[in-house]
């Protein structure tokens, strides 16, 4: 079989971390099989669509490495083809106008409620004489269009990931409206089961991959199917991705949106690989790290979980670090130039270069985020340093006035060379000309240069800051901190 798969966004938000997950199943299925990944954009619903969102999705899913091959589709340049679908559902009896009011349907549903009885609609205006419909247009009602569902019936489908389902024809909360009419009676816009339903089988969509919320719609899609005469397609519902209390992620998580995973400094790749342990493990499934080809060569639904996937920060941490640590050096400056230049840092993204990369070997070990390079370099690109409260305490303790200056008297002698031998040399001369601790030293100089009590490695912190004409400054500034 010919394996085409679709992810079908609705341009209402920005990617969801939900949604982009989805397209990473699908498109993993459609490579494994060498099939065709398929972006349809579901935009029917005007007043929530926005052309920003659907900048952010197809950005988004580029951005993942998530390439369509077909598309985008736009459903809202597609509206005769809904509209010759139910006109068609309209002739054959299958779908009739429902001109009841939305005052008529709360009513109808308190009174449900009264009863102890489930939300549906009751199928009251199914069989409307023409007088009765030729009587609610002379009032101006507005018709919607219905597609006609029967209780008596169980709808069943074997889905890849979850088994044989089965649904109950009266479990579907009665006849679904499948369109909004005019006032005039003709068909107006489309609503989502009816458009998926006549797109994925224009698009001959083989295999229809989506999360288990839209369970219920498979069971409403699966009548039109066979209303319509088309081949059912196979169903795969991926679980669900839940927060840490087991409920499903939502805004109130913070972030959810992949542009906001991108902003605090995850990388694509990274990022796609956790996306594909959510829910998915892989045969060896001590494996953690792979990239999507591999993922897709070893991808099927047997190892896809029916429970929930929980998304853990920790685990996508570990492996945002994992990617880091593994990046070439020049790739991983390059990828941190954008944060620097957002922290307003003051540097040369060409002059500076050579410094800039040894900025990043120095952090590159303990690198868990992008995002993060900018606080853990901060002391090496200000020009005012501030010392920390603690730093400040270190400063003040009794041999730290001698220690620095028994650092700052060589080192103002030696001028711009400066090698990590040469800075020992003056530290060891110091410890001994003062009788100092050897601690003693090195955490007050972490202090005057650094500005705090932790941080990366002090002797190539010290180079560093060397080369930008910054450790003298502060050693002497330190010396006032702490002879004052
Ligand atoms: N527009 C739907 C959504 O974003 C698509 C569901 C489907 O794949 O059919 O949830």
Redesign the pocket.
């Given at each position: 079989m010919t394996v085409r798969v679709r992810i079908?966004?609705?341009p209402t938000g920005n990617l969801h971390i939900g949604?982009a997950r989805t397209a990473v199943f699908n498109w993993l299925y459609a490579r494994h099989h060498q099939g065709t990944f398929i972006l349809r954009v579901?935009d029917t619903d005007e007043e929530r669509s926005q052309p920003e969102y659907t900048e952010n999705i197809l950005e988004g899913l580029r951005w993942l490495g998530m390439e369509w091959d077909e598309g985008p589709y736009f459903q809202s340049e597609r509206l005769d083809l809904y509209r010759d679908a139910i006109q068609k559902l309209l002739d054959q009896g299958l779908a009739y106008r429902c001109y009841c009011t939305p005052e008529e349907l709360d009513e109808m549903r308190t009174a449900q409620k009264e009863r102890n009885e489930a939300p549906r609609y009751d199928n009251r205006h199914r069989n409307l004489t023409a007088e009765q419909e030729a009587a609610f247009q002379a009032e101006g009602r507005q018709p919607v269009i219905r597609f006609k569902i029967e209780d008596d019936q169980t709808i069943t489908w074997k889905d890849l990931v979850r088994g044989p389902m089965h649904w109950q024809g009266r479990d579907l909360g009665g006849d679904m409206v499948v369109a909004r009419a005019t006032a005039s009676g003709e068909v107006g816009q489309p609503l989502y089961n009816l458009a998926?339903v006549v797109d994925d089988m224009d698009l001959n969509i083989s295999h229809?991959i989506?999360g288990e919320d839209?369970i219920a719609n498979t069971a409403k899609q699966i009548l039109l199917y066979q209303a319509f005469g088309g081949t059912v397609p196979e169903f795969a519902h991926t679980p669900l991705i839940l927060n840490k209390e087991g409920r499903k992620l939502s805004k109130r998580d913070g972030v959810t949106s992949i542009s906001d995973f991108q902003e605090m400094g995850f990388t694509a790749p990274a990022l796609a690989n956790y996306m594909t342990l959510l829910g998915w493990s892989p045969p060896d499934a001590t494996q953690e790290i792979f990239s999507l080809s591999d993922a897709a060569a070893q991808f099927d639904f047997e190892r896809v979980n029916k429970a929930g996937a929980k998304f853990d920060w920790d685990k996508l941490d570990w492996i945002s670090s994992q990617y880091l640590h593994e990046l070439p050096l020049a790739e991983l400056a390059e990828a941190l130039m954008p944060y620097w230049q957002a922290a307003k840092y003051d540097f040369d993204p060409v002059a500076d270069r050579p410094w800039l990369d040894q900025v990043t070997a120095l952090i590159q070990p303990s690198l868990v985020r992008l995002k993060d390079a900018a606080e853990m370099t901060q002391f090496l690109f200000t020009r005012e340093l501030t010392w920390s409260e603690d730093a400040q305490k270190q400063l003040s303790q009794d041999g730290v006035a001698v220690a620095l200056q028994g650092v700052i008297d060589p080192l103002a002698a030696a001028g711009f060379e400066l090698s990590a031998e040469t800075a020992k040399s003056f530290i060891n001369s110091t410890v001994k000309a003062n009788k100092l601790k050897k601690g003693l030293v090195m955490r007050s100089l972490r202090a005057a240069l650094t500005g705090d009590m932790k941080g990366p490695d002090l002797m190539e912190s010290w180079l560093l800051l060397h080369q930008r004409g910054e450790d003298l400054k502060r050693l002497q500034q330190a010396l006032e901190i702490a002879s004052a």
């Open positions: 079908a966004p609705s949604t579901e998926v229809v989506r839209h």
